[in-house]
């Protein structure tokens, strides 16, 4: 078993920078992907980002490319999403999610283990 836990979340204007972070704890050793997911009211949760174990490897949906970055740090049992020049749309729940690797990436089906979810307010 893997708990996740996110933490960074909080209100910015638009045009600012956010650093989410998030903890893995327990059964790590097969987490071979670790993503980022996000839930606006109403709508389902969207893919945003994805990291393979290496943390060569990353993934972003079109609308976060350029602004925002996703790492990791195997030692630490962490992964990061630098968020930058957010945007109002850009509002929304953020879940780190974790999969033992499998190829699909974008589908949050694929995942095994997700944090509880930390908001993100992003202000006109």
């Known amino acids: 078993q893997v708990q996740l836990v996110e933490s960074g979340g909080g209100l910015v204007q638009a045009g600012g920078s956010l650093r989410l972070s998030c903890a893995a704890s327990?059964?790590?050793?097969?987490?071979?992907?670790m993503g980022w997911f996000r839930q606006a009211p109403g709508k389902g949760r969207e893919f945003v980002a994805a990291i393979l174990w290496s943390g060569v490897i990353t993934y972003y949906t079109d609308s976060v490319k350029g602004r925002f970055t996703i790492s990791r740090d195997n030692a630490k049992n962490t992964m990061t999403l630098q968020m930058s020049s957010l945007k109002p749309e850009d509002a929304a729940v953020y879940y780190c999610?974790?999969?033992?690797?499998?190829?699909?990436?974008?589908?949050?089906?694929?995942?095994?283990?997700w944090g509880q979810g930390t908001q993100v307010t992003v202000s006109s």
């Open positions: 327990g059964r790590t050793a097969n987490t071979y992907t």
């Open positions: 999610a974790a999969k033992s690797s499998g190829g699909e990436y974008r589908d949050e089906s694929e995942y095994d283990y």
